[in-house]
């Protein structure tokens, strides 16, 4: 199993610019979702899917948009990027939503906005 | 208000020593579970230990064990015989299961852990 994989590792965007960062899992988990880590900061989270077809906002999703069509994969789309959006950013699944979940963590992304 | 608190920015110990990394929670829950997370300089965020708020003992794995006191609603992590490769980040979060919705895990702003030879 190669778990959480996002693509690319590292990605640098001028203001205005747009892209998608990718996520993909490989352990039939229903639940994703998508942090951002500012500097020195923890994580917080910016949207999550409970299956395909089902997604919600987290704590910081402005300017930020997501789509689950299948199970594996869960993009994160950034329109028009800004330099507040310089972070990087962690995908990460699991198995169950409860308060027992362990959520499993991709490499991060690392994305700065210049 | 924060609903993790971790107070120390950074801690210092020395090889083979035994450190504890203070986390402490808001929640009205009865039912919530707090985690663990190694994040070393490579970035990757790395699982160390689950305590659920119905667990009545500390749970444990391996080195590390955590200190769950409910009614002060702290959950602190020990890492006993420390390590240099224990030098990293550490943040401790929480996942409470609200009225509606699902539950995400909430995370402190992190201890920065450095251990000298």
């Known amino acids: 199993n190669a778990g959480v994989t996002q693509t690319p590792k590292f990605r640098i965007l001028k203001i205005g610019q747009s892209m998608t960062l990718q996520c993909a899992q490989d352990m039939n988990h229903n639940y994703m979702y998508w942090y951002r880590q500012d500097p020195g900061m923890g994580l917080k989270l910016i949207y999550y899917?409970?299956?395909?077809?089902?997604?919600d906002k987290g704590e910081v999703p402005n300017g930020y948009n997501v789509s689950r069509s299948t199970t594996e994969d869960f993009p994160l789309r950034l329109e028009l990027a800004a330099p507040s959006q310089t972070s990087v950013y962690f995908c990460a699944s699991s198995k169950i939503s409860g308060t027992s979940a362990e959520q499993f963590f991709g490499p991060g992304t690392r994305l700065t906005v210049l | 208000a924060q609903k993790i608190t971790q107070t120390q920015p950074g801690m210092f110990v020395q090889e083979k020593e035994a450190v504890t990394l203070d986390c402490t929670y808001d929640?009205?829950?009865?039912?919530?579970?707090l985690f663990w997370y190694k994040q070393p300089s490579s970035g990757e965020m790395i699982f160390l230990i689950y305590?659920?708020?119905?667990?009545?003992q500390n749970a444990t794995e391996g080195r590390y064990s955590l200190n769950f006191q409910k009614a002060r609603k702290s959950a602190n992590l020990v890492i006993s015989a420390s390590q240099l490769g224990d030098s990293a980040m550490y943040f401790c979060?929480?996942?409470?299961?609200?009225?509606?919705?699902?539950?995400?895990?909430?995370f402190g702003k992190g201890t920065m852990l450095l251990v000298s030879p």
């Open positions: 305590q659920g708020s119905y667990d009545e």
């Open positions: 899917s409970v299956g395909a077809g089902i997604t």
């Open positions: 929640t009205s829950d009865q039912s919530y579970g």
């Open positions: 979060a929480m996942r409470e299961r609200p009225p509606s919705g699902y539950s995400t895990l909430t």
